[in-house]
């Protein structure tokens, strides 16, 4: 019998193959030869206008709202034609949204890429400073806000309108505004709206979005996602999920066991991240549009919250951050709550901890878990894994997609061999075009086409990549290299463990020692001693945390569910005088 990944493997090769669903060629984009799919459609526009045939199927449910596929259609052509007629918008413009995970949110996104403008995905965490900056560096014609953004915005919305026109449209707010600005109930209106969209030139390599990367220090920086990018992560998705099923299918015939048939309900996806990044965005809605998919929003995450609108809605596919997955585990409504739907438990954002997928994998039900690695500046996923196949490679975040090239460098930026250790460059059409108004940072970032992800990484023999761990997060400690996501993975095997942050923490005479955050199960019970006796067998000396911190609370996390490194450090390590000898 062939091994899981043999199968995998020649499953791949079959679907790559020239003439085949996925096959691939080289071409020249944007002056550098890469590989593209032969089959790839232009633009983003094409997917939303084939989503019209989904007609009156359910698109998105919010708390209790349901909207239409054909709801939905008419209402990005009612606000296609005003931000055209009213305001201008077409081909190059930017229109910024605002606004936390409601309906609108997508229906403006879909709106404004079928003009050929871009979508400047604002984060709704931003204060008003950090909008002003956002916008000002963006430059968008119109922002569309809910009411909690409109507060942040009204305070610098004239300092921004200086330097040139931006017109305001809020969604469910009742506040006071100013004179010119609209209220999406008065300007979209389904019922009256057009029988199509607008006529729009498209190309493949116009902006779509501007995402602004949390970055480590300094201000963010818009990253430039193209039609073209967006595109190919939508088709790397599918490829993904198709050579999956396939290679599952050739291995139950192969083992003689009876495949597993597919749920008998409707596709159901749960969007538990903000659609302003690109796990959401581009990872969920794109992929979920595209294939007719019922999508649930959340009003804000909570685990409670979610495993009840999977139970109401038959939520087949969760795709969040793998700190969201671990809290529906270790929820007490786990047990209780129907999750039978549930076919699959996954997402990207930050590395899944082999733990995690064993705990999936071993949960009740047919749950599978799932990853995908990426960055913003990828337009999504570099490599994607699921099902058995993660399962036997649990600390890998799977193969790399098609139409992308890897390879591994170090720090002076020399190529290294097969297996070494370094930092993951990548080139292919998913590639964002580059920094907004930041050329030097683009020229960095990016060189002949190779992105470096920041990311260290080992690629085994069968091409799967092992993310080891942020360049920027690893603690430098005494010239030894401890790489935080290491730690954590083993820190994560003690039961009592619900969340753990790894950081560096300053010493005088090693420059760092280890540092951890740890937030316990509830009802249960962990000291120093006991954590340190758990890994004493796992790690290195050097590895194990020096200094430990048990929080009543949860962690804290920034939007998309990754948790505040940086904070945690500066506030915990304020508390003592660390370099105390005693």
Not at 153 to 179: G, K, M, Q, Y
Not at 289 to 294: E, F
Request: charged share 25%; glycine share 8%.
């Amino acid at each position: 019998m062939s091994s899981v990944i043999d199968v995998l493997k020649s499953t791949w090769e079959e679907l790559t193959a020239p003439g085949a669903q996925f096959a691939w060629s080289e071409q020249e984009v944007r002056g550098i030869k890469m590989r593209v799919f032969d089959q790839a459609p232009p633009h983003m526009r094409f997917f939303w206008e084939l989503s019209a045939g989904y007609g009156e199927k359910p698109y998105i449910v919010f708390e209790d709202e349901t909207i239409t596929y054909d709801e939905a259609h008419a209402a990005v052509r009612s606000l296609a034609h005003h931000l055209r007629d009213a305001h201008g918008i077409g081909r190059g413009d930017r229109v910024a949204i605002a606004m936390r995970n409601y309906p609108e949110w997508a229906l403006s996104y879909w709106a404004t890429i079928s003009l050929g403008a871009a979508v400047v995905g604002v984060n709704a965490w931003w204060t008003s400073a950090e909008l002003e900056y956002g916008l000002g560096d963006s430059r968008p014609g119109v922002i569309i806000a809910d009411d909690e953004r409109v507060e942040r915005l009204l305070p610098v919305l004239d300092s921004l309108r200086a330097e040139r026109p931006l017109h305001l449209i809020t969604v469910r707010s009742d506040r006071a505004l100013p004179d010119d600005a609209s209220r999406w109930d008065d300007i979209v209106d389904g019922a009256a709206a057009p029988d199509g969209l607008p006529d729009a030139d498209i190309e493949p390599d116009d902006d779509v979005c501007i995402f602004y990367t949390s970055g480590t220090t300094g201000f963010p920086k818009g990253a430039q996602l193209t039609h073209r990018g967006s595109v190919h992560n939508l088709l790397h998705l599918a490829f993904a999920n198709t050579s999956a099923a396939m290679a599952a299918a050739r291995l139950a015939q192969e083992s003689g066991v009876a495949e597993e048939k597919a749920k008998d309900v409707a596709p159901t996806i749960m969007v538990p991240t903000p659609l302003f990044h690109v796990t959401a965005n581009n990872c969920v809605l794109h992929p979920g549009t595209a294939s007719g998919a019922k999508l649930v929003f959340m009003h804000k995450w909570d685990a409670g919250r979610a495993l009840e609108l999977i139970e109401r809605e038959e939520v087949v596919s969760f795709t969040g951050v793998p700190t969201m997955s671990r809290e529906m585990l270790l929820h007490p409504d786990w047990e209780s709550r129907d999750t039978s739907s549930l076919a699959a438990m996954g997402g990207g954002g930050a590395a899944v901890q082999p733990d995690l997928v064993e705990k999936i994998d071993e949960a009740k039900g047919a749950v599978k878990p799932s990853t995908g690695y990426g960055l913003t500046e990828t337009s999504g996923i570099i490599t994607a894994v699921g099902n058995v196949f993660f399962s036997a490679r649990p600390t890998s975040a799977g193969l790399v997609m098609p139409t992308l090239e890897a390879k591994v460098i170090d720090e002076d930026g020399n190529d290294l061999p097969a297996g070494s250790r370094g930092e993951l460059c990548v080139k292919g059409p998913v590639v964002v075009k580059g920094y907004l108004n930041r050329p030097d940072a683009t020229a960095e970032a990016i060189q002949d086409g190779w992105f470096r992800t920041g990311d260290i990484v080992t690629i085994d023999d069968d091409g799967f990549v092992h993310i080891v761990d942020r360049a920027k997060d690893m603690v430098l400690r005494g010239g030894e290299n401890v790489f935080c996501a290491e730690v954590e993975a083993a820190i994560y095997e003690h039961p009592n463990v619900a969340e753990a942050a790894v950081f560096g923490v300053p010493d005088e005479r090693l420059g760092e020692t280890v540092g951890v955050a740890i937030f316990l199960v509830e009802g249960t019970t962990l000291t120093e001693e006991e954590l340190s006796a758990h890994l004493e067998p796992k790690l290195a000396k050097f590895k194990i945390p020096e200094h430990v911190w048990f929080r009543d609370e949860p962690l804290p996390q920034n939007a998309n569910g990754k948790f505040l490194k940086r904070e945690l450090r500066e506030t915990l390590t304020a508390e003592a005088d660390l370099n105390d000898p005693a």
